[in-house]
């Protein structure tokens, strides 16, 4: 296996060999397109909801209100049905990411992933077909089941094979895909709105294709070691860690890996695990941070670019050619944080991220509150200000929060609570982004251009916990970050003092080698 080798510095593991082979590479490649079956459907339901054809067949109440005269500029698509329609998958999807972080746990983090690609599959056929609002509805659950495997899994399998130097940027291969299925999203939906009456069904037919290709895939990709240790397959996990890094002196590593696998038998139950005091900093640094990322207000973007584009007073095509453009920027963006995150760390583009976010959405936010008013239409050249804003907007997210919010809380936590940590991380984003998917309409209706000062204000909040709070991970082996990083931390340090833990946590620490 040609392997290119680079010297480990700084970070964990600074004994074990730190090798990028083509088979970490081709592993993250396939494991990556659960994020683009994940992109695919945030950006298809924004499309698919603005297409008079489908709201003809599904949702007629709405085409109605959408075409009268004189309707209000902020309400022509307030519609809880429609909502549920976007936000019925993220229900879904925190019920099965519960499921799926057991199945990581007993079953290991590759069938997990071939489960998403089944559920995936399953319901964009159900889509495609659908002839009621039944058979919609049970196609997005399907679909939510999938991206809950995926989204749980994924994830953690790229954080688990990649040596520590190189897993910020190959950890961001899955949001790099998210970013892509979006865009793929955006251009499907731009063709197939000319495609009457049955273009829509194109579009959500669509997310089979990313599913399959995972599911093929899914057949040539390792389990990873960590997984297969915690199963009780040592010697597995020995031969798949030394096809991985490329070579045969992995002891350093390996050692890490039964070390942390043993920490992880003795806790025994992660849920109860991770209630305990000690772990109380991941915990809150990975939900909050997920809850973070969906407050930046990126999905009323993502998912409703094209019905705010309308709003602003695009026609129906340069709607959805302006979110072709969004599109593009968010996948150019995100290989910025691909080829910096190792480099310049976690921390620096986190408050670079929020300083650009900030900035973008109140002048969005002050735009739309001077020029757009309930029933006029608005100057073209505002209107046209308004796309570059969201373009500013968008790239800040693509190379700071966004791919953090997936990378952070998959390296955050020790093996004993990282499958249920990670579930609490993704449930917390997927049910923000139900709440956004299914209030933005709504609130988009009642506080009118105030929403975006609301999710300005905290942008404000995150970039404060993103300079204080949150510790920097860059180039720390996933398996040292509580000795490296948070027993170091000047506020989390204090969840690690002796007289402050419960008993559970000292047998553990007890066990525990000195290392600096
Ligand atoms: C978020 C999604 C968002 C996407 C945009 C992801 O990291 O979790 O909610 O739509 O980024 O690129």
Redo the contacts with the bound molecule.
Sequence with gaps: MPAMAFAESGGGGKDSPAKLTSQVIVCTIIAAFGGLMF?YD?GISGGVTSMDDFLIKFFPAVYHTKHEAKENNYCKYNNQYLQLFTSSLYLAAIVASFFASISCKKFGRKPTIQAASLFFVTGAMLNTVAKNIEMLIIGRLLLGAGVGFGNQAVPLFISEIAPARYRGGLNICF?FL??VG?LCANVINYGTSRMHPRGWRVSLGGAAVPAIILLIGSLIIVETPTSLIERGKKDEGLRTLKKIRGVDNVEKEFEELLHATELAKQAKNSFRNLMKRSSRPQLVCGTIFQVF??LTG??VI?FYAPVLFQTMGFGGDASLLSAVVTGLV?VVSTLVAIFTVDKFGRKKLLIEGAVQMLIAQSIMGAILKVHLKSTNVMPNSYALFVVVLVCLFVSS??WSW??L??LIPSEIFPLETRSAGFFFAVSM?MFF?FVVAQSFLTLLCQMKSTIFFFFAAWIFVMGAFGIFILPETKGIHIDEMNERVWKKHWFWKRYFDDGDNDKGDQDIKADQPEKQ
């Design positions: 992109g945030i949001q998210v970013t979006i990322q969906q990126i999905n993502m968010n997210f693509a966004g791919p919010g997936w984003n982004t």
